[in-house]
């Protein structure tokens, strides 16, 4: 067609670009020029198309062929991070939550270190431990300070009232 012959005249030595036919299936075309040692005209223009539809097919079908071999990996990947994500992060907070609804609800006794261990988490473990031993150390002080209170009142009180009695008789 002397349409397709001046757009290669025109255009670059090699090019690719996409028309419409007159049945309105849309091609691609790419061309080259082809020229004699020391020539200025090229003497020849080699040109070659195909359906654009065809090129894009083809390319699809190996596209979803790749991306479904790939698919069992991909599944394989997600669940082993699940798994290890579970085990290395839900778990241990799920222990270390344990701990402190525990220590909330006055169990100063538990711990929780031998159960969490390594890393960041197993800091956090060691540190609930301290928090839990220093808390139960404070309560005892606490409670022997009342019980002290309690006996220094008593002696006062036994005080005070033996010496009513002596002011009284």
Known sequence: ?????????????KNSYEFNRKD?????????KIRLEGEKTPYMYVRGGM??????GAANRR???NLLSLLPF???????????????IADR????????????DGDLGVRISPFVTGGEFGELALSFDH?????????????????????????????????TAQLEA
Do not use: C, W
């Open 51 to 56: 359906s654009l539809q065809e090129a894009v």
């Open 131 to 163: 928090m839990a031993t220093k808390l139960a150390e404070n309560l005892a002080e606490i409670r022997l300070s009342q019980e002290q209170i309690k006996n220094l009142n008593k002696d006062l009180e036994n005080k005070i009232a033996k010496r």
């Open 93 to 104: 907070v799920a222990k270390l939550q344990e701990a402190a609804h525990k220590i909330a």
């Open 1 to 13: 067609k002397t349409e397709d012959l001046k757009i290669m005249e025109k255009g670059p030595d």
């Open 74 to 88: 991909v599944i394989v990947a997600f669940l082993l991070a699940t798994v290890i994500g579970k085990r290395s």
């Open 63 to 65: 596209l979803l062929l």
């Open 24 to 32: 309105g299936e849309r091609r691609v075309v790419s061309y080259r």
